[in-house]
């Protein structure tokens, strides 16, 4: 079974510049998680879905990010414009609907560097 | 604001010893209590989960000791090798949210 894919891997952008991640879930898991994990801290939820429609993004800095999942599959995240702070590593999970929340399987990452 | 703690910070251990790491929570309405380890450049992977009404779990060489009273729990790698060095992190679900401790660093000395 194909894990969670994440792309790219590794970003270096300059302040006030836009960038984009993109996620691929495990197949027929309907929950999609992003997170950021900040170095020496632990992953914090930004956005959840389940299917297209999103159960939390209360953690979500709206002004500057925005997530879709417009086909209940793949997702992509978007910083714009970046800040030095958001400088982080930025983890997809999914999870099987109605399976313990602590059951997710994360992908590797996107490790991003704002200059 | 941390809803989990987790300690120590990093931890080194020679191979056969006993890793140690420790987590506390304030929330007694989590319902679960997951461990996750993590690989440099991977994402964290699920370890061991243990619910509040359980003292202790036990999956071959990992141990999850639960105490309800004091609000704490803590993993203990049994007989710690190599490959287990990576970073380890302790959370705390609530619904359909995870909240994670910071993490812990485990080397293991060969």
């Known amino acids: 079974e194909a894990g969670v894919a994440q792309s790219p891997r590794y970003k270096i952008i300059e302040k006030r510049q836009s960038v984009a991640f993109w996620c691929n879930p495990i197949?027929?898991?309907?929950?999609l998680y992003w997170y950021q994990q900040i170095l020496g801290q632990g992953p914090k939820l930004l956005i959840q879905f389940q299917n297209n429609g999103v159960v939390d993004d209360s953690q979500l800095p709206k002004d500057r990010f925005s997530a879709e999942r417009l086909k209940g599959v793949d997702s992509t995240l978007k910083i714009q414009p970046a800040k030095l702070e958001d400088s982080a590593v930025y983890l997809c999970?999914?999870?099987?609907?109605?399976?313990?929340?602590?059951?997710?399987?994360f992908g590797p990452g996107t490790r991003l560097t704002v200059t | 604001q941390q809803q989990v703690k987790q300690s120590p910070q990093s931890l080194i251990v020679q191979k056969g010893g006993i890793s140690i790491i420790n987590c506390a929570y304030e929330?007694?309405?989590?319902?679960?209590f997951p461990w996750y380890q993590q690989f440099p450049g991977k994402g964290p992977a699920l370890l061991i989960a243990i619910r509040p009404d359980v003292s202790e779990k036990k999956e071959g060489r990992f141990t999850i000791s639960f105490n309800k009273s004091a609000k704490q729990f803590s993993l203990h790698i049994m007989d710690s090798q190599p490959g287990d060095s990576a970073t380890y992190f302790c959370a705390a679900s609530l619904g359909h949210k995870l909240s994670f401790g910071a993490g812990t660093t485990v080397t293991v000395r060969a």
């Open positions: 929330n007694t309405a989590f319902d679960y």
């Open positions: 197949s027929g898991h309907a929950t």
């Open positions: 999970a999914s999870s099987l609907a109605g399976t313990a929340t602590y059951e997710q399987y």
